[in-house]
């Protein structure tokens, strides 16, 4: 079965003003969170560097609001909004940023490598694509246990070009595997346009191996969720796998210290999907249009979220670091 | 039992039994799929081929397709398979038919299972075996011929297991597949059909106890998986000769049983240490290195090192055979070593 579905930005919303409210506030979390973790890089408070997913947002959001705690997602580089989309908590994160020792990872992981295992976040991945085989075979061990569990895979659409990607993607068809494959198409890879890297299209690539693929407006919430439900649920009942590119877009740079990048992408470009495209935006007008919620309340929501990351950041900016003895521990179970 | 019957029993054991290497390997692995379901086997014709070296042959009979699985030629993707399996709950042993594949999968196995554990403040656990082989003289040529456990010895969170006869092969194995951890099992491919004593039934033998193969007075050959066979042979003669060799084999390289080593080599004060593996920046390089530290003051002589011959592995018998450390070169070394000369 080979698909493509068209972006749509119309249609009534099917969902309640509950749901609404949740996605919402999900989507805002990740925006402040990254305002904060910008912050913490430009003012020299967090060690190295992280790279934002601002303006991505409603792809994490779209997705993980089609699984279940006990569903598993594996993450990249750009993955805060994966791991706050999944469940995991403000305070603790931000703890891991700055190294402290209550972070998710105990201060060994950083930015690049939050793992929070009990909402099924296996982990970003500092290698592009490293993460591909993780989440194909947790989906393996998931068939295997007959556990019901789905597996979404992350990833940039600068992961197209490695060959892992493509390995355990035709594994995962030719075995009926219950892994989604979510390629966030931000339109670059580090500092290089995609459509300098990349021959083909992205679906063309799943096609070839027989796999369901969907392309999707990645800057709408809802339509992201109603394309992930429909191939969760298929997944979970033995459906198999599928791809779904997402187009989006990172507002920042690669990282928070890729500053100055008009040699590789126009300020004129940034601009406009900012201020049209900004999926937060986008879905705050469509939920009061629909009745859904007040301006009222989603500034109540906003006030509400940044109150939340105040303090979350307060407690990792107190928070202790790891005591050098740790520094042996864990290399070995 | 009637209290007669164990008498009876005790009194005549039966004869030990003799399998090779292979079939310990296949054992153990039969042994471990039966007692923890979670356990499987994933690798490239591994069902119903039972490997190019029929290593499993038989399995994907008792346990099927579903836990002896077949994939296509793809050693990262299952190797990464493998690890997310691991992750989230089974016990995977990858099957990578040679440990020059090594250089295909260091991305999974290196930055991913090795650190999974580490990088997550202990939560997560990659459960995971990747069997693989080493060794030259089988006129394999360059890439399929190398001993590569020198590279993931080097790396923290990975486990290193060279067993060197078949009752070490299915204890450490056992060990291997129980442990926490991601372990690289390497087997001699020219050593698959050696035979050996082999109880029947579960025993398990830990990581990083070295065992004394051959006890002796006058030198220490320190030797791994492939080598451990070279040195017994090279002891052979040495005794013939009149020079008492004392072998020991580490079983595995981490953990690493450096007392066991150092405690041999101040009896001796006189050590060869001997691995298939290159010799420049090689496991020999290592063993030497500790077993200077912990015995210099109790040692005659240099440690001297023994590893192939650091050129890629050549296709021609003639020069094959001289790349690799063999009886003959070992009982020279030794003579020159207790010679004062080497």
């Known amino acids: ?333 | 039992m009637s209290t007669l019957e164990a008498l009876v029993a005790a009194a005549r054991p039966e004869a030990a039994r003799v399998i090779t290497f292979s079939q310990a390997v296949r054992e153990a692995l039969a042994e471990e799929m039966r007692r923890d379901e979670r356990v499987f086997v994933i690798g490239e014709d591994v069902a119903e081929a039972g490997t190019p070296f029929k290593v499993l042959s038989g399995l994907v009979e008792e346990f099927g397709p579903g836990r002896v699985i077949d994939t296509p030629i793809s050693e990262a993707g299952f190797t990464g398979l493998a690890v997310g399996a691991a992750m989230t709950g089974m016990r995977p042993v990858v099957d990578l038919m040679f440990g020059d594949f090594l250089t295909l999968v260091m991305d999974q196995l290196v930055n991913q299972a090795a650190k999974t554990h580490y990088m997550s403040g202990g939560k997560l656990r990659v459960p995971l075996v990747l069997r693989t082989t080493l060794g030259a003289t089988r006129r394999s040529a360059a890439q399929h011929s190398q001993s590569l456990q020198a590279w993931v010895s080097h790396v923290p969170g990975l486990i290193v297991v060279t067993p060197s006869t078949p009752y070490d092969a299915k204890g450490l194995l056992k060990t291997a597949i129980r442990n926490d951890n991601p372990v690289v099992f390497f087997e001699d491919k020219m050593g698959y059909t050696d035979k050996g004593e082999v109880p029947e039934g579960d025993y398990a033998i830990p990581f990083g106890v070295a065992d004394v193969k051959r006890p002796g007075e006058h030198v220490t050959l320190v030797a791994t998986s492939s080598m451990v066979q070279v040195a017994l042979k090279a002891a052979d003669e040495l005794a013939r000769q009149g020079v008492s060799a004392e072998v020991v084999d580490p079983r595995t390289l981490f953990p690493l049983d450096k007392e066991t080593l150092v405690a041999s080599a101040k009896k001796t004060g006189h050590v060869i240490v001997i691995d298939e593996g290159y010799e420049r920046y090689g496991v020999t390089a290592e063993l030497a290195a500790v077993i200077a530290d912990g015995a210099f003051y109790h040692l005659d002589a240099p440690v001297k090192r023994l590893g192939a011959m650091d050129v890629p592995v050549p296709f021609a018998p003639t020069l094959e055979d001289v790349t690799v450390p063999t009886p003959e070169v070992v009982v020279a070394l030794t003579k020159r070593l207790l010679a004062g000369e080497a």
């Open chain 1, 1 to 333: 079965m080979i698909e493509t579905k068209e972006p749509s930005m119309s249609g009534a919303l099917r969902i309640s003003a509950e749901v609404g409210s949740r996605i919402y506030q999900q989507m805002w979390r990740i925006r402040v969170f990254e305002e904060h973790a910008n912050e913490l890089y430009l003012a020299g408070k967090m060690p190295g560097l992280t790279h934002l997913y601002t303006g991505q947002e409603a792809v994490a959001v779209g997705v993980c609001e089609a699984l279940q705690r006990e569903d598993y997602i594996t993450s990249t580089h750009r993955g805060h909004g994966h791991c706050v989309a999944k469940g995991a908590r403000l305070d603790l994160m931000f703890a891991e940023l700055l190294g402290r020792s209550p972070g998710y990872n105990r201060g060994k992981g950083g930015s690049m490598h939050i793992a929070d295992q009990e909402n099924g976040n296996l982990g970003a991945n500092a290698i592009v694509g490293g993460s591909a085989g993780i989440a194909t075979g947790a989906a393996l061990s998931a068939k295997m246990r007959g556990s019901g569990q789905v597996a979404v895979c992350f990833f940039g659409e600068g992961a197209l070009g490695q060959g892992l990607l493509h390995e355990v993607m035709n594994m995962a068809q030719l075995w009926d595997l219950p892994v989604i494959y979510v390629c966030e198409n931000n339109r670059y890879g580090e500092y290089t346009h995609f459509s300098e890297t990349t021959a083909g299209t992205v679906l063309g690539r799943a096609q070839a191996l027989g796999m369901k693929a969907f392309e999707v407006d990645g800057q709408d919430v809802l339509a992201v969720n109603e394309v992930l439900t429909q191939l969760v649920a298929a997944a979970r009942d033995g459906g198999g796998p599928a791809l779904v590119e997402c187009h989006t877009y990172r507002y920042h740079g690669h990282h928070v210290g890729d500053i100055n990048r008009e040699y590789y992408r126009p300020k004129a470009e940034e601009l406009e999907w900012r201020e049209k495209r900004d999926p937060i935006k986008l879905f705050g007008e469509r939920l009061v249009a629909a009745g859904l919620a007040s301006a009222e309340e989603l500034a109540a929501l906003q006030a509400a979220v940044r109150e939340e990351a105040a303090a979350a950041l307060a407690f990792a900016l107190a928070a202790p670091f790891p005591d050098p003895s740790e520094v042996t521990l864990h290399v070995y179970a």
